[in-house]
């Protein structure tokens, strides 16, 4: 090591003894480097490996030098061979015009060296010499390379003690940025407003600046909420322009935006900068609900000594954060607020309690909020149970807390409304009734909010009780008219059973013609007794709420038909024409209660053959709409009789009420049909109307609803044992008698040839004669156009091919003496129209076995043959007069009647001996009907348990009806009983497997 290096050496290492270097150690340097290289000029500089710049750490230059810059960029060829470790020596002219500037020489200046300053393969620093005289050699770099490489380690010393400081630094601002943000969430004043103004202060603070804000921006309005300034420059609700504030700058940034030189800066034009001066500025946005609510920003007209850096960045993150946060509960807390004052003035208004609870798993509870409606309640206030909801328990009716707990309880459980009455020991009312509703909701700790609404109802219950009063006593007072009703019924029919029974037993039997017509006139007066009984006990039925109807299976065509037959005899007694018409979509079976119908239509249409002296009564169905469910069939009675004057109409259908009492003189009637048929129809879910013109007739418009009967149901038409071998001739003028006994016929026989006059018919059975299939059967109507039918009848029979033809006679109008008439004319069978289809198939069978050869088959002929043979029937009855009337009914049908009078000896009887039917009436002493049936039905005996039993009772109402099948008993026939009726029950009943 040469001596002349050593010195400057020691100097240098020197320093390393040092906590920090002072700004002389490198000046200090470049003299020793000078002087070893008799170099007047040079410098000494910290190399940054990555861009190739040097930041100069000493220089001695030309003494004209005043402005010297830290930085010099190196060459890149310079840069690469300083890397390598190598010295470069710049022995040119001019000489490089970089380092002439550096060092304030003129380009005269033909000689400089770079010598690397390198440690550990690292080159750190770079020491520049020049001069004017002398050229340099590698060599000196050799010579003072111990000196090169201290200064190296010197460079990386200076490193690490400006990276401690530097890290000290951080740390300690760090800590005040902590200790700032600590002081500000430490914050505790109730009031926001002081709360964000003290924590500006502290951010005023931290930065160093004398402004700090917290603004709302609502579109380019920017309003200042919050601000601190120290000399009170500042004031809450002041109001500018967005883009006239540095906050636009935030709010484009949507960051933080941190300026400490605005002058300098690229916003340097910035109209707030213009207007106020503000050199420093460091804001950000507020997110509050994430939406975006304002900036939190600090400003100062000062320039900043230091750059704002990520402590800064990040502190303001933070506190926008919380000052977004404490916006947000200020926000929520005002919401709740205003949502408290709008049930507090809602409690105000609506009476009872509206409350909040929130029960705690632990078991406490406490009101959230209570209206003040709680003194109404429990006579407490809402301060009493803000802190205890179970307060409220003490004041609960003892008997009421076991259901109260329990079904608040079982709400509680399954989260569902909470829905109760229960009673109130007032402190101040005394006993109240009240109704509580309330729905649980569970919070994420696991606790349970409850929002309800508590009622006085303490009036609503009285009346509510008096209410049930009132029903009971109407219930009572409704049992007490169905049992006056139900005794009515049984004592009313009873005597009527016997009158019309014997009536018809006597009619049965040989009398004179002034006889038959003296019991044929009590008959009719009977029935007629008989229709306004029935009409005040269908009234009776109806003011009771016992009116009710049945759901059965019927055949709608065969039901019209059969209403038509019984209709039949006024229609001809007044001269009236008649026509029935169904429209083609109308459904053929159905499900309701043909009874009920049946009941309206002979209500209508003797109403209209009333009314009607001449012209015609008219039924007409249609089909008014159809669904899966439901059918509404729209029924029109019409006729032209007297009519009904246009402002008496709206009477027609109050109860007890006719048009005018000349109409009630002159035609009777009690006034209650239309009442009883309204009442009905709105029972089978329709409406019923009437349309009249005084002197020109009225049409019965109703509308009933109906079901599809189940397929199983569908009635099977009767068909002869060869309906294929059956072709018949129709011979009918009248096209809708012609169209409806073709109807019936086409059910019946294979094929059905109609024709509307005598002629056509001749022509057609001679034809048919010669042919392989003549007709086998011919049903004439009696009258016809050109020759009536007792002449066509005549005339078949005078011909040879046609005599054998068995023919049957009907008429709309029959005449005494028609019958024998007829079987003089060739006819075997005798019906007058409308034909019943049971009927009309029955007499054409009997004719196509030949019991019209030596008699007329009329119904009656129908009837012995269908009567039931060697039938033993018990009769249990205890009237005498109604036991006489059935037995000898029941025996004209061909049965063996054994007769008791009470249930005891009916159920004797069964014991003793078999029958093939009982029929058993309910009401009888010692033991009712429904008694003895349920005792035979209890027998062990199958034989015995299954005997068919038939009530035969005048008690007429639904429920009686159910009781009788209750007890076992098979089917139901109401007082006065009817010949027709005792023979379907035998035929349906008696002897079945």
Same mark, same amino acid.
């Not at 190196?74 to 710049?90: F, I």
């Not at 080159?123 to 200064?151: D, E």
């Not at 029109?636 to 109409?649: A, N, Y």
């Not at 007739?697 to 059956?726: E, K």
């Given at each position: 090591?040469?001596?002349?290096?050593?010195?400057?050496?020691?100097?240098?290492?020197?320093?390393?003894?040092?906590?920090?270097?002072?700004?002389?150690?490198?000046?200090?340097?470049?003299?020793?480097?000078?002087?070893?290289?008799?170099?007047?000029?040079?410098?000494?500089?910290?190399?940054?490996?990555?861009?190739?710049?040097?930041?100069?750490?000493?220089?001695?230059?030309?003494?004209?030098?005043?402005?010297?810059?830290?930085?010099?960029?190196?060459?890149?060829?310079?840069?690469?061979?300083?890397?390598?470790?190598?010295?470069?020596?710049?022995?040119?002219?001019?000489?490089?015009?970089?380092?002439?500037?550096?060092?304030?020489?003129?380009?005269?200046?033909?000689?400089?060296?770079?010598?690397?300053?390198?440690?550990?393969?690292?080159?750190?620093?770079?020491?520049?010499?020049?001069? %004017?005289?002398?050229?340099?050699?590698?060599?000196?770099?050799?010579?003072?390379?111990?000196?090169?490489?201290?200064?190296?380690?010197?460079?990386?010393?200076?490193?690490?003690?400006?990276?401690?400081?530097?890290?000290?630094?951080?740390?300690?601002?760090?800590?005040?940025?902590?200790?700032?943000?600590?002081?500000?969430?430490?914050?505790?004043?109730?009031?926001?407003?002081?709360?964000?103004?003290?924590?500006?202060?502290?951010?005023?603070?931290?930065?160093?600046?004398?402004?700090?804000?917290?603004?709302?921006?609502?579109?380019? &309005?920017?309003?200042?909420?919050?601000?601190?300034?120290?000399?009170?420059?500042?004031?809450?609700?002041?109001? #500018?322009?967005?883009?006239?504030?540095?906050?636009?700058?935030?709010?484009?940034?949507?960051?933080?935006?941190?300026?400490?030189?605005?002058?300098? /800066? @690229?916003?340097?034009?910035?109209?707030?900068?213009?207007?106020?001066?503000?050199?420093?500025?460091?804001?950000? *946005?507020?997110?509050?609900?994430?939406?975006?609510?304002?900036?939190?920003?600090?400003?100062?007209?000062?320039?900043?000594?230091?750059?704002?850096?990520?402590?800064?960045?990040?502190?303001?993150?933070?506190?926008?954060?919380?000052?977004?946060?404490?916006?947000?509960?200020?926000?929520?807390?005002?919401?709740?607020?205003?949502?408290?004052?709008?049930?507090? %003035?809602?409690?105000?208004?609506?009476?009872?309690?509206?409350?909040?609870?929130?029960?705690?798993?632990?078991?406490?509870?406490?009101?959230?909020?209570?209206?003040?409606?709680?003194?109404?309640?429990?006579?407490?206030?809402?301060? &009493?149970?803000?802190?205890?909801?179970?307060?409220?328990?003490?004041?609960?009716?003892?008997?009421?807390?076991?259901?109260?707990?329990?079904?608040?309880?079982?709400?509680?459980?399954?989260?569902?409304?909470?829905?109760?009455?229960?009673?109130?020991?007032?402190?101040?009312?005394?006993?109240?009734?009240?109704?509580?509703?309330?729905?649980?909701?569970?919070?994420?700790?696991? !606790?349970?909010?409850?929002?309800?609404?508590?009622?006085?109802?303490?009036?609503?219950?009285?009346?509510? =009780?008096?209410?049930?009063?009132?029903?009971?006593?109407?219930?009572?007072?409704?049992?007490?008219?169905?049992?006056?009703?139900?005794?009515?019924?049984?004592?009313?029919?009873?005597?009527?059973?016997?009158?019309?029974?014997?009536?018809?037993?006597?009619?049965? /039997?040989?009398?004179? *013609?002034?006889?038959?017509?003296?019991?044929?006139?009590?008959? #009719?007066?009977?029935?007629?007794?008989?229709?306004?009984?029935?009409?005040?006990?269908?009234?009776?039925?109806?003011?009771?709420?016992?009116?009710?109807?049945?759901?059965?299976?019927?055949?709608?065509?065969?039901?019209?038909?059969?209403?038509?037959?019984?209709?039949?005899?006024?229609?001809?007694?007044?001269?009236?024409?008649?026509?029935? !018409?169904?429209?083609?979509?109308?459904?053929?079976?159905?499900?309701?209660?043909?009874?009920?119908?049946?009941?309206?239509?002979?209500?209508?249409?003797?109403?209209?053959?009333? =009314?009607?002296?001449?012209?015609?009564?008219?039924?007409?169905?249609?089909?008014?709409?159809?669904?899966?469910?439901?059918?509404?069939?729209?029924?029109? +009675?019409?006729?032209?009789?007297?009519?009904?004057?246009?402002?008496?109409?709206?009477?027609?259908?109050?109860?007890?009420?006719?048009?005018?009492?000349?109409?009630?003189?002159?035609?009777?009637?009690?006034?209650?049909?239309?009442?009883?048929?309204?009442?009905?129809?709105?029972?089978?879910?329709?409406?019923?109307?009437?349309?009249?013109?005084?002197?020109?007739?009225?049409?019965?418009? #109703?509308?009933?609803?109906?079901?599809?009967?189940?397929?199983?149901?569908?009635?099977?038409?009767?068909?002869?044992?060869? @309906?294929?071998?059956?072709?018949?001739?129709?011979?009918?003028?009248?096209?809708?008698?012609?169209?409806?006994?073709?109807?019936?016929?086409?059910?019946?026989?294979?094929? +059905? +040839?109609?024709?509307?006059?005598?002629?056509?018919?001749?022509?057609?059975?001679?034809?048919?004669?010669?042919?392989?299939?003549? =007709?086998?059967?011919?049903?004439?109507?009696?009258?016809?156009?050109?020759?009536?039918?007792?002449?066509?009848?005549?005339?078949?029979?005078?011909?040879?091919?046609?005599?054998?033809? *068995?023919?049957?006679?009907?008429?709309?109008?029959?005449?005494?003496?028609?019958?024998?008439?007829?079987?003089?004319?060739?006819?075997?069978?005798?019906?007058?129209?409308?034909?019943?289809? &049971?009927?009309?198939?029955?007499?054409?069978?009997?004719?196509?076995?030949?019991?019209?050869?030596?008699?007329?088959?009329?119904?009656?002929?129908?009837?012995?043959?269908?009567?039931?043979?060697?039938? %033993?029937?018990?009769?249990?009855?205890?009237? *005498?007069?109604?036991?006489?009337?059935?037995?000898?009914?029941?025996?004209?049908?061909?049965?063996?009647?054994?007769?008791?009078?009470?249930?005891?000896?009916?159920?004797?009887?069964?014991?003793?001996?078999?029958?093939?039917?009982?029929?058993?009436?309910?009401?009888?002493?010692?033991?009712?009907?429904?008694?003895?049936?349920?005792?035979?039905?209890?027998?062990?005996?199958?034989?015995?348990?299954?005997?068919?039993?038939?009530?035969?009772?005048?008690?007429?109402?639904? &429920?009686?009806?159910?009781?009788? =099948?209750?007890?076992?008993?098979?089917?139901?026939?109401?007082?006065?009983?009817?010949?027709?009726?005792?023979?379907?029950?035998?035929?349906?009943?008696?002897?079945?497997?």
């Amino acid at each position: 090591m040469p001596l002349d290096v050593l010195p400057a050496l020691l100097r240098a290492q020197s320093n390393f003894n040092a906590e920090s270097l002072d700004s002389g150690v490198f000046s200090a340097a470049l003299q020793d480097l000078l002087q070893l290289s008799e170099s007047p000029w040079g410098g000494i500089g910290e190399l940054n490996g990555v861009n190739g710049v040097v930041q100069l750490t000493a220089v001695q230059a030309s003494k004209t030098k005043t402005d010297t810059s830290p930085l010099w960029s190196l060459q890149a060829e310079h840069r690469t061979a300083l890397a390598k470790g190598r010295a470069v020596c710049l022995n040119q002219s001019p000489m490089n015009a970089a380092i002439c500037d550096l060092l304030g020489l003129n380009e005269d200046v033909q000689y400089a060296v770079l010598l690397p300053m390198q440690y550990q393969d690292e080159v750190v620093g770079i020491a520049l010499l020049a001069n %004017k005289n002398k050229a340099y050699k590698v060599i000196l770099a050799k010579k003072i390379a111990p000196l090169l490489t201290t200064l190296a380690q010197l460079i990386l010393f200076q490193r690490q003690v400006l990276n401690r400081l530097s890290a000290q630094e951080k740390h300690d601002r760090q800590q005040a940025s902590l200790r700032a943000l600590s002081q500000i969430t430490a914050l505790r004043q109730r009031d926001d407003h002081t709360l964000i103004a003290d924590a500006l202060y502290l951010g005023c603070s931290y930065f160093g600046v004398p402004f700090g804000i917290v603004s709302h921006i609502q579109q380019d &309005d920017y309003v200042i909420e919050v601000q601190y300034s120290a000399n009170g420059a500042l004031q809450d609700g002041a109001q #500018f322009r967005l883009g006239k504030t540095y906050c636009s700058l935030t709010y484009q940034a949507d960051d933080v935006v941190a300026i400490s030189m605005m002058g300098l /800066s @690229p916003w340097g034009n910035h109209p707030c900068y213009a207007e106020f001066g503000l050199e420093t500025y460091i804001g950000i *946005p507020i997110w509050v609900a994430g939406q975006r609510y304002g900036t939190l920003n600090f400003s100062s007209p000062e320039v900043q000594e230091r750059q704002f850096d990520e402590i800064d960045h990040e502190f303001l993150r933070l506190m926008s954060r919380w000052v977004g946060g404490t916006i947000e509960r200020q926000l929520a807390r005002q919401e709740r607020d205003d949502i408290a004052e709008r049930f507090r %003035k809602i409690g105000e208004q609506v009476p009872g309690l509206i409350f909040q609870t929130r029960m705690n798993q632990d078991g406490s509870s406490a009101y959230l909020y209570a209206s003040a409606g709680i003194e109404g309640i429990y006579g407490l206030k809402p301060l &009493d149970v803000a802190d205890d909801a179970s307060k409220v328990l003490m004041y609960l009716h003892p008997d009421d807390v076991n259901e109260v707990v329990a079904s608040y309880t079982k709400a509680l459980a399954t989260l569902s409304h909470w829905d109760t009455v229960y009673r109130i020991q007032h402190p101040s009312k005394g006993l109240i009734w009240v109704e509580a509703h309330a729905k649980p909701e569970r919070t994420p700790e696991g !606790d349970t909010l409850w929002y309800g609404m508590v009622m006085d109802v303490t009036e609503q219950q009285a009346a509510k =009780f008096k209410l049930q009063q009132a029903m009971q006593a109407a219930e009572a007072a409704n049992q007490a008219k169905s049992l006056f009703l139900a005794n009515m019924s049984h004592e009313i029919r009873t005597p009527m059973n016997g009158v019309l029974g014997m009536i018809s037993l006597l009619l049965d /039997s040989n009398l004179t *013609p002034q006889q038959r017509e003296y019991a044929e006139t009590v008959r #009719f007066s009977g029935d007629v007794l008989m229709g306004v009984i029935n009409d005040i006990l269908d009234f009776s039925k109806i003011e009771a709420g016992r009116l009710e109807l049945e759901t059965l299976d019927f055949d709608l065509p065969r039901l019209l038909n059969d209403f038509s037959a019984m209709m039949s005899l006024r229609l001809q007694e007044k001269g009236l024409r008649y026509q029935c !018409d169904i429209a083609a979509e109308v459904p053929t079976m159905l499900r309701g209660d043909p009874g009920r119908l049946r009941q309206v239509l002979i209500n209508l249409v003797g109403n209209a053959i009333k =009314f009607t002296d001449h012209g015609h009564v008219s039924v007409s169905v249609s089909l008014e709409s159809q669904t899966t469910a439901a059918i509404t069939l729209r029924f029109c +009675v019409s006729d032209t009789g007297i009519g009904i004057p246009s402002d008496k109409i709206h009477r027609l259908f109050n109860s007890f009420s006719q048009v005018d009492e000349s109409t009630s003189r002159r035609f009777g009637g009690t006034g209650l049909g239309l009442a009883i048929c309204k009442q009905i129809v709105t029972l089978m879910g329709g409406e019923i109307a009437a349309h009249s013109i005084a002197e020109q007739g009225t049409d019965f418009v #109703f509308t009933v609803q109906m079901a599809m009967a189940s397929s199983a149901a569908h009635i099977r038409l009767r068909q002869a044992s060869t @309906p294929q071998q059956q072709k018949v001739l129709l011979v009918d003028a009248i096209d809708s008698h012609r169209e409806a006994l073709v109807s019936l016929l086409s059910a019946w026989a294979w094929q +059905v +040839v109609a024709v509307s006059s005598s002629a056509k018919a001749l022509a057609l059975l001679r034809e048919g004669a010669s042919t392989s299939t003549p =007709f086998t059967l011919a049903v004439c109507d009696l009258h016809l156009p050109e020759m009536d039918g007792l002449q066509l009848a005549r005339a078949i029979k005078g011909e040879t091919a046609l005599a054998a033809l *068995p023919l049957v006679l009907v008429t709309a109008i029959g005449v005494r003496g028609d019958g024998s008439r007829a079987h003089q004319a060739g006819f075997a069978a005798y019906l007058t129209k409308p034909v019943v289809a &049971d009927e009309f198939y029955g007499v054409l069978e009997l004719v196509l076995q030949g019991e019209g050869d030596s008699q007329l088959v009329t119904r009656h002929t129908l009837k012995e043959v269908n009567s039931v043979q060697h039938c %033993k029937v018990l009769l249990a009855e205890d009237n *005498p007069v109604n036991r006489m009337v059935a037995v000898k009914m029941l025996e004209k049908l061909g049965c063996s009647v054994v007769t008791v009078e009470n249930g005891r000896f009916a159920l004797m009887a069964v014991l003793e001996q078999p029958f093939d039917l009982v029929f058993m009436d309910m009401q009888m002493p010692e033991m009712d009907g429904l008694e003895a049936t349920r005792l035979i039905r209890s027998q062990a005996n199958g034989a015995l348990s299954g005997i068919p039993i038939i009530a035969l009772t005048a008690n007429a109402l639904a &429920d009686d009806k159910q009781r009788c =099948f209750d007890v076992g008993m098979d089917d139901f026939l109401v007082k006065p009983i009817q010949s027709d009726a005792l023979l379907k029950a035998l035929k349906q009943w008696a002897r079945r497997p």
